[in-house]
Antibody
Framework: EVQLLESGGGLVQPGGSLRLSCAAS????????MNWVRQAPGKGLEWVSG????????YYADSVKGRFTISRDNSKNTLYLEMNSLRVEDTAVYYC??????????????WGQGALVTVSS | EVVLTQSPGTLSLSPGERATLSCRAS???????LAWYQQKPGQAPRLLIY???RRATGIPDRFSGSGSGADFTLTISRLEPEDFAVYYC?????????FGQGTKLEI
């Protein structure tokens, strides 16, 4: 059974930093691209960032480019999202999502339960 | 980026009825790379349909996807109580992939 478990969410002040982790199990992690998708309170879904199976190629939404960094450790089956210079508008539930392909973002066949990030003073 | 517009915003139906949800793209979705997701309150989204018309693993056959180019439809043939949720379409033919704003299906 595929499982994705996010951690690292919490309350942070504007301008602060936070790192999310996503522990994966139930599939061969190193064979798939991975992504982060977020959902602001009461709003729809927004793709944030994606990463190829080796970590060699990264993709970002314009809204987070230059502030967020996606990475992975295939030896630990774990995906990360380093978030810097956080803004109030980054407040959202952040979902880890398994991609169906190897390289660039495609569609997402499994999702974690999400980690809430609140940016507020 | 490709903008997806879903309609209606809210659809009110009863169990046993047929639901038709629309997703229109601002330009052609390359290779009909379009997916549908279901999200219930407090839960993560679940993949229903990919490549416009292929059902994901374990999805009941009352869910079907159709369409091509810039116009796509999700049909639920006979609504079950557990189908009342929010539905999102997503295109992944052009980078960045984008989601529609969602359709809420309510009883």
């Amino acid at each position: 059974e595929v499982q994705l478990l996010e951690s690292g969410g919490g309350l942070v002040q504007p301008g602060g930093s936070l790192r999310l982790s996503c522990a994966a199990s139930g599939f061969i992690f190193k064979n798939y691209a991975m992504n982060w998708v977020r959902q602001a309170p009461g709003k729809g879904l927004e793709w944030v960032s994606g990463l190829s199976h080796t970590g060699g190629s990264t993709y970002y939404a314009d809204s987070v480019k230059g502030r967020f960094t996606i990475s992975r450790d295939n030896s630990k089956n774990t995906l990360y999202l380093e978030m810097n210079s956080l803004r109030v508008e980054d407040t959202a539930v952040y979902y880890c999502a398994k991609d169906r392909r190897v390289y660039e973002p495609y569609y997402f066949d499994y999702w974690g339960q999400g980690a809430l990030v609140t940016v507020s003073s | 980026e490709v903008v997806l517009t879903q309609s209606p915003g809210t659809l009110s139906l009863s169990p046993g009825e047929r639901a038709t949800l629309s997703c229109r793209a601002s330009r052609t979705v390359i290779t009909d790379y379009l997916a549908w997701y279901q999200q219930k309150p407090g839960q993560a989204p679940r993949l229903l349909i990919y490549d416009a018309s292929r059902r994901a693993t374990g999805i009941p056959d009352r869910f079907s996807g159709s369409g091509s180019g810039a116009d796509f439809t999700l049909t639920i043939s006979r609504l079950e109580p557990e189908d009342f949720a929010v539905y999102y379409c997503q295109q992944y033919g052009s980078s960045p992939g984008t989601f529609g704003q969602g359709t809420k299906l309510e009883i």
